[in-house]
Protein backbone atom coordinates (compact mmCIF):
# COMPACT_ATOMS: atom_id res chain seq x y z
CA UNK A 1 0.00 0.00 0.00
CA UNK A 2 1.45 3.19 -1.04
CA UNK A 3 1.65 5.70 2.38
CA UNK A 4 -0.16 8.92 2.40
CA UNK A 5 1.05 11.56 0.21
CA UNK A 6 1.92 14.47 3.50
CA UNK A 7 -0.39 17.08 1.89
CA UNK A 8 -2.92 14.41 2.48
CA UNK A 9 -1.95 13.52 5.92
CA UNK A 10 -1.89 17.73 6.80
CA UNK A 11 -5.54 17.92 5.24
CA UNK A 12 -7.01 15.03 7.28
CA UNK A 13 -9.72 15.99 9.11
CA UNK A 14 -11.79 13.84 11.54
CA UNK A 15 -15.11 14.88 12.56
CA UNK A 16 -16.42 15.56 15.56
CA UNK A 17 -20.09 16.97 15.17
CA UNK A 18 -21.71 18.84 12.92
CA UNK A 19 -19.82 22.22 13.10
CA UNK A 20 -16.45 21.01 14.44
CA UNK A 21 -13.48 19.37 12.71
CA UNK A 22 -10.63 17.89 14.11
CA UNK A 23 -6.40 18.28 12.87
CA UNK A 24 -3.47 17.79 13.86
CA UNK A 25 0.35 19.62 13.37
CA UNK A 26 2.48 17.76 10.61
CA UNK A 27 6.71 17.56 11.45
CA UNK A 28 6.86 17.90 7.38
CA UNK A 29 4.61 20.61 7.40
CA UNK A 30 6.68 22.17 10.17
CA UNK A 31 8.25 26.31 9.61
CA UNK A 32 10.56 27.65 12.03
CA UNK A 33 7.40 28.82 14.29
CA UNK A 34 4.26 26.36 14.12
CA UNK A 35 3.38 25.19 10.59
CA UNK A 36 3.63 26.57 7.37
CA UNK A 37 1.16 29.22 7.04
CA UNK A 38 -0.01 27.71 3.53
CA UNK A 39 -0.86 25.06 5.27
CA UNK A 40 -2.86 26.14 7.76
CA UNK A 41 -4.66 28.23 5.00
CA UNK A 42 -5.42 24.89 3.38
CA UNK A 43 -6.78 22.46 6.23
CA UNK A 44 -9.16 25.81 7.14
CA UNK A 45 -10.46 25.42 3.82
CA UNK A 46 -10.16 22.02 3.70
CA UNK A 47 -12.86 21.54 6.93
CA UNK A 48 -15.24 24.32 5.02
CA UNK A 49 -15.12 21.66 2.13
CA UNK A 50 -16.36 18.78 4.45
CA UNK A 51 -19.35 20.68 5.20
CA UNK A 52 -22.38 18.36 3.36
CA UNK A 53 -24.17 21.53 3.34
CA UNK A 54 -21.37 23.36 1.38
CA UNK A 55 -22.42 25.32 -1.74
CA UNK A 56 -19.88 25.56 -5.02
CA UNK A 57 -16.50 25.78 -5.49
CA UNK A 58 -14.19 28.22 -2.92
CA UNK A 59 -14.27 31.54 -4.42
CA UNK A 60 -12.52 33.69 -1.39
CA UNK A 61 -10.35 32.78 1.44
CA UNK A 62 -8.97 35.37 4.42
CA UNK A 63 -6.67 33.51 7.24
CA UNK A 64 -5.43 35.75 9.84
CA UNK A 65 -2.86 34.17 12.11
CA UNK A 66 -3.39 35.89 15.29
CA UNK A 67 -1.34 32.86 17.41
CA UNK A 68 2.08 30.43 16.90
CA UNK A 69 -0.17 26.73 16.43
CA UNK A 70 1.38 24.32 18.65
CA UNK A 71 2.26 20.86 17.88
CA UNK A 72 -0.57 18.49 17.99
CA UNK A 73 -4.43 18.31 17.56
CA UNK A 74 -6.61 21.16 16.67
CA UNK A 75 -10.51 21.88 16.23
CA UNK A 76 -11.32 24.01 13.63
CA UNK A 77 -15.44 25.05 14.23
CA UNK A 78 -17.67 25.89 11.14
CA UNK A 79 -20.25 28.12 10.92
CA UNK A 80 -22.22 29.37 7.45
CA UNK A 81 -22.86 32.98 8.21
CA UNK A 82 -25.35 32.72 5.29
CA UNK A 83 -26.32 30.61 2.87
CA UNK A 84 -27.80 32.43 -0.82
CA UNK A 85 -28.77 30.54 -4.14
CA UNK A 86 -25.62 30.54 -5.51
CA UNK A 87 -22.81 31.81 -2.92
CA UNK A 88 -22.31 31.60 0.79
CA UNK A 89 -20.15 33.27 3.08
CA UNK A 90 -18.17 30.80 6.21
CA UNK A 91 -16.33 31.75 9.39
CA UNK A 92 -14.05 29.04 10.93
CA UNK A 93 -11.87 29.08 13.46
CA UNK A 94 -8.79 27.23 14.84
CA UNK A 95 -8.22 26.93 18.10
CA UNK A 96 -6.22 24.25 20.50
CA UNK A 97 -7.18 23.76 23.89
CA UNK A 98 -9.80 26.54 23.74
CA UNK A 99 -7.57 29.54 22.70
CA UNK A 100 -7.97 30.79 19.18
CA UNK A 101 -5.16 30.69 16.49
CA UNK A 102 -6.45 31.19 13.49
CA UNK A 103 -9.18 32.73 12.18
CA UNK A 104 -10.78 32.41 8.66
CA UNK A 105 -13.46 33.93 6.47
CA UNK A 106 -14.24 32.17 3.19
CA UNK A 107 -16.32 32.47 0.05
CA UNK A 108 -17.77 29.50 -1.87
CA UNK A 109 -20.00 30.10 -5.25
CA UNK A 110 -21.39 28.51 -8.13
CA UNK A 111 -19.41 29.16 -11.12
CA UNK A 112 -21.08 30.18 -14.48
CA UNK A 113 -20.60 30.38 -18.07
CA UNK A 114 -19.82 34.19 -18.72
CA UNK A 115 -18.03 36.64 -20.66
CA UNK A 116 -14.06 35.57 -19.46
CA UNK A 117 -11.04 37.67 -19.56
CA UNK A 118 -7.51 37.19 -17.83
CA UNK A 119 -6.06 40.45 -17.90
CA UNK A 120 -3.04 40.00 -15.75
CA UNK A 121 0.34 39.09 -17.84
CA UNK A 122 2.21 35.88 -16.87
CA UNK A 123 5.41 36.71 -16.35
CA UNK A 124 8.87 35.61 -18.23
CA UNK A 125 10.09 32.23 -17.26
CA UNK A 126 11.87 29.47 -19.67
CA UNK A 127 10.05 26.60 -19.21
CA UNK A 128 10.82 24.28 -15.61
CA UNK A 129 13.16 21.86 -17.34
CA UNK A 130 15.52 24.22 -18.19
CA UNK A 131 15.83 25.83 -14.95
CA UNK A 132 18.01 23.44 -12.40
CA UNK A 133 17.00 23.58 -8.69
CA UNK A 134 19.43 24.03 -6.26
CA UNK A 135 21.25 26.71 -4.10
CA UNK A 136 19.92 28.22 -1.32
CA UNK A 137 16.66 27.27 -0.52
CA UNK A 138 13.94 27.63 2.23
CA UNK A 139 14.46 23.39 2.51
CA UNK A 140 17.73 24.18 4.05
CA UNK A 141 16.31 26.05 6.72
CA UNK A 142 12.77 24.80 7.10
CA UNK A 143 10.56 21.05 7.11
CA UNK A 144 8.06 22.24 4.79
CA UNK A 145 10.04 23.35 2.05
CA UNK A 146 10.80 19.97 1.16
CA UNK A 147 7.68 19.27 0.08
CA UNK A 148 8.10 21.83 -2.85
CA UNK A 149 10.23 21.42 -6.46
CA UNK A 150 11.00 24.91 -6.74
CA UNK A 151 12.85 25.99 -9.64
CA UNK A 152 13.45 30.34 -9.38
CA UNK A 153 13.80 32.36 -12.40
CA UNK A 154 14.28 35.44 -10.08
CA UNK A 155 14.58 36.54 -6.64
CA UNK A 156 15.96 32.98 -5.80
CA UNK A 157 16.10 32.76 -1.44
CA UNK A 158 19.12 34.78 -0.35
CA UNK A 159 22.19 33.18 -0.15
CA UNK A 160 24.89 33.71 2.92
CA UNK A 161 26.76 36.16 0.96
CA UNK A 162 23.71 37.72 -0.54
CA UNK A 163 23.41 41.73 -1.36
CA UNK A 164 20.07 43.27 -0.85
CA UNK A 165 17.90 43.72 -3.65
CA UNK A 166 16.25 46.90 -5.21
CA UNK A 167 13.63 44.49 -6.36
CA UNK A 168 11.57 42.44 -4.02
CA UNK A 169 10.18 40.39 -6.82
CA UNK A 170 10.17 36.61 -7.04
CA UNK A 171 9.65 34.57 -10.15
CA UNK A 172 9.74 30.79 -9.81
CA UNK A 173 8.21 27.41 -11.41
CA UNK A 174 7.04 25.00 -8.47
CA UNK A 175 4.96 21.74 -7.82
CA UNK A 176 4.47 19.68 -5.18
CA UNK A 177 7.20 16.99 -4.73
CA UNK A 178 5.75 14.08 -4.99
CA UNK A 179 3.51 15.30 -7.49
CA UNK A 180 0.19 15.34 -5.73
CA UNK A 181 -2.75 16.98 -7.80
CA UNK A 182 -3.22 20.53 -7.13
CA UNK A 183 -7.18 20.68 -5.67
CA UNK A 184 -8.18 23.87 -3.45
CA UNK A 185 -6.32 23.42 -0.87
CA UNK A 186 -3.35 22.67 -2.29
CA UNK A 187 -3.71 25.87 -4.55
CA UNK A 188 -4.14 27.92 -1.07
CA UNK A 189 -1.22 26.31 0.06
CA UNK A 190 0.77 26.77 -3.01
CA UNK A 191 0.07 30.57 -2.80
CA UNK A 192 1.60 31.26 1.13
CA UNK A 193 4.66 29.29 -0.40
CA UNK A 194 7.00 33.06 -1.00
CA UNK A 195 9.06 33.82 1.59
CA UNK A 196 8.71 37.11 2.91
CA UNK A 197 9.66 39.74 0.36
CA UNK A 198 11.85 41.67 2.89
CA UNK A 199 14.20 38.98 3.46
CA UNK A 200 15.03 39.91 -0.38
CA UNK A 201 15.16 43.53 0.16
CA UNK A 202 17.22 43.06 3.27
CA UNK A 203 18.82 39.80 2.07
CA UNK A 204 18.87 37.89 5.28
CA UNK A 205 16.65 36.27 7.34
CA UNK A 206 14.71 38.48 9.30
CA UNK A 207 12.21 37.73 11.94
CA UNK A 208 8.53 37.95 9.89
CA UNK A 209 5.74 36.51 10.17
CA UNK A 210 2.26 36.71 8.03
CA UNK A 211 -0.80 38.29 10.15
CA UNK A 212 -3.53 38.16 7.07
CA UNK A 213 -3.94 36.12 4.08
CA UNK A 214 -6.37 36.46 1.50
CA UNK A 215 -6.92 34.24 -1.80
CA UNK A 216 -9.01 34.73 -4.83
CA UNK A 217 -9.47 31.51 -6.70
CA UNK A 218 -10.11 31.41 -10.80
CA UNK A 219 -9.61 28.73 -11.67
CA UNK A 220 -12.82 26.16 -12.00
CA UNK A 221 -12.13 22.59 -10.95
CA UNK A 222 -11.80 21.47 -14.61
CA UNK A 223 -8.73 24.17 -14.75
CA UNK A 224 -7.35 21.91 -11.97
CA UNK A 225 -8.24 18.34 -13.38
CA UNK A 226 -6.05 19.81 -16.44
CA UNK A 227 -3.22 20.94 -14.39
CA UNK A 228 -2.61 17.61 -12.59
CA UNK A 229 0.52 17.81 -10.30
CA UNK A 230 2.45 19.53 -12.98
CA UNK A 231 4.33 23.13 -12.07
CA UNK A 232 2.96 26.14 -11.73
CA UNK A 233 4.57 29.73 -12.42
CA UNK A 234 4.19 31.92 -9.41
CA UNK A 235 5.18 35.40 -8.95
CA UNK A 236 5.23 37.21 -5.91
CA UNK A 237 6.64 41.25 -5.14
CA UNK A 238 5.44 44.15 -2.31
CA UNK A 239 4.42 47.50 -2.42
CA UNK A 240 5.16 49.04 0.67
CA UNK A 241 7.75 47.70 3.85
CA UNK A 242 6.78 50.40 6.62
CA UNK A 243 6.03 50.50 10.32
CA UNK A 244 7.13 46.98 11.02
CA UNK A 245 4.98 45.56 8.08
CA UNK A 246 4.89 45.05 4.65
CA UNK A 247 1.65 43.78 1.62
CA UNK A 248 3.24 41.41 -0.41
CA UNK A 249 0.78 40.04 -3.75
CA UNK A 250 1.23 37.00 -5.45
CA UNK A 251 -0.20 35.31 -8.90
CA UNK A 252 -0.13 31.67 -9.57
CA UNK A 253 -0.48 30.78 -13.17
CA UNK A 254 -0.49 27.35 -15.57
CA UNK A 255 2.38 26.44 -18.24
CA UNK A 256 -0.54 27.54 -20.54
CA UNK A 257 -0.89 30.85 -19.05
CA UNK A 258 -4.35 30.46 -16.94
CA UNK A 259 -4.40 32.16 -14.05
CA UNK A 260 -5.07 30.27 -11.03
CA UNK A 261 -5.09 32.13 -8.23
CA UNK A 262 -4.18 35.87 -6.72
CA UNK A 263 -3.16 36.11 -3.07
CA UNK A 264 -2.55 39.13 -1.16
CA UNK A 265 -0.77 39.16 2.50
CA UNK A 266 -0.01 41.93 5.18
CA UNK A 267 3.28 40.59 7.53
CA UNK A 268 5.19 41.99 10.37
CA UNK A 269 8.64 42.39 10.36
CA UNK A 270 11.49 43.00 12.82
CA UNK A 271 14.23 46.00 12.16
CA UNK B 1 -23.81 75.22 14.50
CA UNK B 2 -22.32 73.65 11.30
CA UNK B 3 -24.37 70.14 10.84
CA UNK B 4 -22.10 66.81 10.61
CA UNK B 5 -20.40 65.65 7.69
CA UNK B 6 -22.58 63.21 6.15
CA UNK B 7 -19.61 60.46 6.33
CA UNK B 8 -19.57 61.00 10.39
CA UNK B 9 -23.52 60.64 10.39
CA UNK B 10 -22.46 57.29 8.61
CA UNK B 11 -20.28 56.34 11.08
CA UNK B 12 -21.85 57.44 13.90
CA UNK B 13 -22.32 54.76 16.10
CA UNK B 14 -24.43 53.86 19.78
CA UNK B 15 -23.01 51.76 22.33
CA UNK B 16 -26.00 48.70 22.91
CA UNK B 17 -23.30 47.13 25.35
CA UNK B 18 -19.72 46.11 25.98
CA UNK B 19 -19.44 44.20 22.06
CA UNK B 20 -22.55 45.48 20.29
CA UNK B 21 -22.79 48.91 18.41
CA UNK B 22 -26.20 50.19 16.51
CA UNK B 23 -25.67 52.15 13.35
CA UNK B 24 -28.33 53.13 10.64
CA UNK B 25 -28.38 53.17 6.98
CA UNK B 26 -28.18 56.97 5.54
CA UNK B 27 -29.96 57.83 2.22
CA UNK B 28 -26.66 59.85 1.15
CA UNK B 29 -24.92 56.75 1.01
CA UNK B 30 -27.02 54.72 -0.83
CA UNK B 31 -25.68 52.46 -3.77
CA UNK B 32 -28.17 50.80 -6.19
CA UNK B 33 -29.16 48.18 -3.71
CA UNK B 34 -28.36 48.92 0.06
CA UNK B 35 -25.57 51.26 0.90
CA UNK B 36 -22.10 51.83 -0.62
CA UNK B 37 -19.90 49.22 0.03
CA UNK B 38 -17.30 51.56 1.09
CA UNK B 39 -19.38 52.87 3.71
CA UNK B 40 -19.92 49.82 5.23
CA UNK B 41 -16.62 48.89 5.55
CA UNK B 42 -15.56 52.12 7.06
CA UNK B 43 -18.53 51.67 9.98
CA UNK B 44 -17.31 47.88 10.62
CA UNK B 45 -13.43 49.75 10.95
CA UNK B 46 -15.24 52.61 13.22
CA UNK B 47 -16.76 49.69 15.62
CA UNK B 48 -13.59 48.63 16.50
CA UNK B 49 -12.01 51.82 17.07
CA UNK B 50 -14.55 52.69 19.61
CA UNK B 51 -13.39 49.69 21.54
CA UNK B 52 -11.82 50.83 25.19
CA UNK B 53 -9.32 47.83 24.61
CA UNK B 54 -7.86 48.36 21.28
CA UNK B 55 -4.55 47.93 20.17
CA UNK B 56 -2.80 50.18 17.97
CA UNK B 57 -4.05 51.58 14.42
CA UNK B 58 -5.86 49.16 11.49
CA UNK B 59 -3.28 47.27 9.61
CA UNK B 60 -5.62 45.11 7.35
CA UNK B 61 -9.23 44.87 7.06
CA UNK B 62 -11.16 42.21 5.56
CA UNK B 63 -15.31 42.61 4.84
CA UNK B 64 -17.26 39.70 3.38
CA UNK B 65 -20.94 41.17 1.51
CA UNK B 66 -23.40 38.31 2.22
CA UNK B 67 -26.91 39.42 2.12
CA UNK B 68 -27.76 43.41 0.90
CA UNK B 69 -28.35 45.61 4.08
CA UNK B 70 -31.67 47.01 4.40
CA UNK B 71 -32.97 50.78 4.91
CA UNK B 72 -32.45 51.36 8.78
CA UNK B 73 -30.85 50.14 12.45
CA UNK B 74 -28.27 47.74 12.04
CA UNK B 75 -26.32 45.93 14.84
CA UNK B 76 -22.36 45.47 14.58
CA UNK B 77 -21.49 42.91 17.44
CA UNK B 78 -17.25 42.32 17.95
CA UNK B 79 -15.23 40.42 19.53
CA UNK B 80 -11.94 39.97 19.93
CA UNK B 81 -10.15 37.03 18.90
CA UNK B 82 -6.54 37.00 19.86
CA UNK B 83 -4.89 39.91 21.37
CA UNK B 84 -1.29 40.17 21.57
CA UNK B 85 1.56 42.16 22.50
CA UNK B 86 1.61 44.73 20.32
CA UNK B 87 -1.67 43.76 17.92
CA UNK B 88 -5.01 42.35 17.94
CA UNK B 89 -7.57 40.43 16.02
CA UNK B 90 -11.12 41.05 15.52
CA UNK B 91 -14.09 39.55 14.57
CA UNK B 92 -17.18 41.59 13.59
CA UNK B 93 -20.62 41.12 12.24
CA UNK B 94 -23.54 43.02 11.43
CA UNK B 95 -26.81 42.03 11.31
CA UNK B 96 -30.24 43.13 11.23
CA UNK B 97 -33.54 41.61 12.64
CA UNK B 98 -30.75 38.51 13.83
CA UNK B 99 -29.77 38.21 9.98
CA UNK B 100 -26.34 38.71 9.14
CA UNK B 101 -25.66 40.64 6.71
CA UNK B 102 -21.51 41.27 6.39
CA UNK B 103 -18.90 39.85 8.51
CA UNK B 104 -15.20 41.52 8.94
CA UNK B 105 -12.12 40.39 10.11
CA UNK B 106 -9.61 42.93 10.99
CA UNK B 107 -6.14 43.02 12.54
CA UNK B 108 -5.12 46.11 14.53
CA UNK B 109 -1.12 46.58 15.44
CA UNK B 110 1.29 48.99 17.25
CA UNK B 111 3.52 50.78 14.20
CA UNK B 112 7.42 51.18 14.70
CA UNK B 113 10.07 52.84 13.36
CA UNK B 114 11.86 50.47 11.18
CA UNK B 115 13.31 49.96 7.94
CA UNK B 116 11.08 51.49 5.04
CA UNK B 117 10.59 51.52 1.48
CA UNK B 118 7.96 52.03 -1.32
CA UNK B 119 8.30 49.92 -3.90
CA UNK B 120 5.26 50.36 -6.31
CA UNK B 121 5.29 53.59 -7.85
CA UNK B 122 1.88 56.11 -7.98
CA UNK B 123 0.69 56.30 -11.76
CA UNK B 124 1.23 58.96 -13.97
CA UNK B 125 -1.05 62.07 -13.47
CA UNK B 126 -1.91 65.72 -13.94
CA UNK B 127 -2.38 67.71 -10.81
CA UNK B 128 -6.38 67.70 -9.82
CA UNK B 129 -6.69 71.33 -10.33
CA UNK B 130 -5.68 70.59 -14.51
CA UNK B 131 -8.61 68.06 -14.50
CA UNK B 132 -12.09 69.05 -15.01
CA UNK B 133 -14.66 67.03 -13.35
CA UNK B 134 -17.30 66.26 -15.04
CA UNK B 135 -18.89 63.63 -18.11
CA UNK B 136 -20.73 60.49 -16.69
CA UNK B 137 -19.95 59.53 -13.09
CA UNK B 138 -21.29 57.17 -10.53
CA UNK B 139 -23.10 60.31 -9.18
CA UNK B 140 -25.70 60.65 -11.92
CA UNK B 141 -26.91 56.85 -11.20
CA UNK B 142 -26.27 56.77 -7.11
CA UNK B 143 -26.79 59.11 -4.22
CA UNK B 144 -22.93 58.02 -2.76
CA UNK B 145 -21.22 59.36 -5.76
CA UNK B 146 -21.94 62.77 -4.80
CA UNK B 147 -19.75 62.47 -1.52
CA UNK B 148 -16.73 62.47 -3.74
CA UNK B 149 -15.53 64.82 -6.44
CA UNK B 150 -13.75 62.35 -8.59
CA UNK B 151 -11.30 63.64 -11.57
CA UNK B 152 -10.62 60.79 -14.08
CA UNK B 153 -7.08 60.58 -15.62
CA UNK B 154 -7.93 57.75 -17.02
CA UNK B 155 -11.14 54.82 -17.12
CA UNK B 156 -13.77 57.27 -16.50
CA UNK B 157 -16.87 55.83 -15.98
CA UNK B 158 -18.33 54.27 -19.41
CA UNK B 159 -21.29 57.11 -20.97
CA UNK B 160 -23.91 55.97 -22.75
CA UNK B 161 -22.19 55.50 -26.06
CA UNK B 162 -18.84 53.85 -25.08
CA UNK B 163 -17.29 51.45 -26.31
CA UNK B 164 -15.72 47.95 -24.61
CA UNK B 165 -12.26 48.74 -23.48
CA UNK B 166 -9.21 46.53 -23.76
CA UNK B 167 -7.78 47.70 -19.77
CA UNK B 168 -10.01 47.60 -17.14
CA UNK B 169 -7.85 50.65 -15.71
CA UNK B 170 -8.98 53.70 -13.72
CA UNK B 171 -6.96 56.78 -12.58
CA UNK B 172 -8.59 59.01 -10.52
CA UNK B 173 -7.72 61.79 -8.26
CA UNK B 174 -10.61 62.15 -5.98
CA UNK B 175 -11.60 63.50 -2.26
CA UNK B 176 -14.31 63.88 0.18
CA UNK B 177 -16.83 66.61 -1.65
CA UNK B 178 -16.46 68.56 1.88
CA UNK B 179 -13.25 67.71 2.46
CA UNK B 180 -13.57 66.13 5.84
CA UNK B 181 -10.01 65.05 6.93
CA UNK B 182 -9.15 61.45 5.85
CA UNK B 183 -9.26 58.93 8.65
CA UNK B 184 -9.11 55.16 8.83
CA UNK B 185 -12.58 54.31 8.33
CA UNK B 186 -12.53 57.43 5.38
CA UNK B 187 -9.59 55.23 3.99
CA UNK B 188 -11.19 52.12 4.04
CA UNK B 189 -14.79 53.62 2.34
CA UNK B 190 -11.87 55.57 -0.67
CA UNK B 191 -10.52 51.96 -1.51
CA UNK B 192 -14.41 50.76 -1.97
CA UNK B 193 -14.96 53.98 -4.57
CA UNK B 194 -13.73 52.30 -7.54
CA UNK B 195 -16.80 51.06 -9.80
CA UNK B 196 -16.46 47.51 -10.97
CA UNK B 197 -14.07 46.81 -13.49
CA UNK B 198 -16.21 45.27 -15.74
CA UNK B 199 -18.22 47.69 -16.53
CA UNK B 200 -15.26 49.60 -18.16
CA UNK B 201 -14.33 46.36 -20.25
CA UNK B 202 -18.22 45.81 -20.91
CA UNK B 203 -19.00 48.87 -21.27
CA UNK B 204 -21.98 49.61 -19.22
CA UNK B 205 -23.56 48.83 -15.88
CA UNK B 206 -23.16 45.10 -15.88
CA UNK B 207 -25.62 43.77 -12.60
CA UNK B 208 -22.46 42.93 -10.18
CA UNK B 209 -21.66 43.14 -6.44
CA UNK B 210 -18.67 42.91 -4.49
CA UNK B 211 -18.56 39.57 -2.23
CA UNK B 212 -15.27 40.38 -0.14
CA UNK B 213 -13.00 43.23 0.31
CA UNK B 214 -9.76 43.41 1.94
CA UNK B 215 -7.58 46.53 2.48
CA UNK B 216 -3.72 46.51 3.71
CA UNK B 217 -3.78 50.14 5.79
CA UNK B 218 -0.21 51.49 4.96
CA UNK B 219 -0.44 55.36 6.57
CA UNK B 220 0.43 55.75 9.76
CA UNK B 221 -1.55 58.52 11.64
CA UNK B 222 1.15 60.87 10.97
CA UNK B 223 0.62 60.50 7.03
CA UNK B 224 -3.22 60.79 7.45
CA UNK B 225 -3.02 64.24 9.43
CA UNK B 226 -0.55 65.71 6.53
CA UNK B 227 -2.98 64.42 3.98
CA UNK B 228 -6.13 66.47 5.78
CA UNK B 229 -9.13 66.57 3.29
CA UNK B 230 -6.75 66.46 0.33
CA UNK B 231 -7.13 64.48 -3.14
CA UNK B 232 -5.77 61.33 -3.23
CA UNK B 233 -4.83 59.51 -6.35
CA UNK B 234 -6.38 56.51 -6.95
CA UNK B 235 -5.63 53.43 -9.18
CA UNK B 236 -7.56 50.08 -10.06
CA UNK B 237 -7.64 47.05 -12.39
CA UNK B 238 -8.70 43.65 -12.60
CA UNK B 239 -6.53 40.44 -13.43
CA UNK B 240 -9.36 37.74 -14.23
CA UNK B 241 -13.05 37.55 -15.35
CA UNK B 242 -14.30 34.22 -15.40
CA UNK B 243 -16.92 31.57 -14.45
CA UNK B 244 -19.29 35.04 -13.16
CA UNK B 245 -16.67 36.50 -10.83
CA UNK B 246 -13.79 38.88 -11.48
CA UNK B 247 -11.09 40.12 -8.68
CA UNK B 248 -9.57 43.70 -8.43
CA UNK B 249 -7.06 45.83 -6.91
CA UNK B 250 -7.03 49.24 -5.87
CA UNK B 251 -4.07 51.50 -4.68
CA UNK B 252 -4.32 55.04 -3.21
CA UNK B 253 -1.73 57.57 -3.30
CA UNK B 254 -1.00 61.20 -1.64
CA UNK B 255 0.28 63.80 -3.75
CA UNK B 256 4.05 63.37 -2.54
CA UNK B 257 3.68 60.11 -3.37
CA UNK B 258 3.30 58.68 -0.22
CA UNK B 259 1.37 54.97 -0.91
CA UNK B 260 -1.29 55.16 2.36
CA UNK B 261 -3.64 51.87 0.72
CA UNK B 262 -3.35 48.59 -1.03
CA UNK B 263 -6.94 47.14 -1.45
CA UNK B 264 -8.06 43.93 -3.25
CA UNK B 265 -12.19 42.62 -3.98
CA UNK B 266 -13.72 39.49 -5.08
CA UNK B 267 -16.62 40.48 -7.62
CA UNK B 268 -19.57 38.80 -8.81
CA UNK B 269 -21.06 39.59 -11.90
CA UNK B 270 -23.99 38.72 -15.01
CA UNK B 271 -23.46 37.96 -18.38
Redesign the interface.
Known sequence: MTPPHPFDNAIHLDTIDGNVRRGRTHPEWANQVGPFGGITAAVMLRAIETQPDRIGEP??L?V?F??PIADGDFDISLQA??T?RT?Q?W?A?LSQDG???T?A?A?F????????????HPPTAPPPEQLIPGGPSPSDFIAWGRRYDMRFVEGAFPGEHAQPNR??MSTLWMRDSAQRPVDYPALAALCDTFYPRVFL??SGLIPSGT??L?T?F?A?QQQLDALGGDYVLGTA?????????F?Q?A?LWTRDRA?LA?S?Q?V????
Chains 1, 2 share one sequence.
Open positions: LATNTAARNNHIEAVTTTVGVRRGTWASTEASSRRLSTYHDYANRFSGGYDSQLTHIYFKG
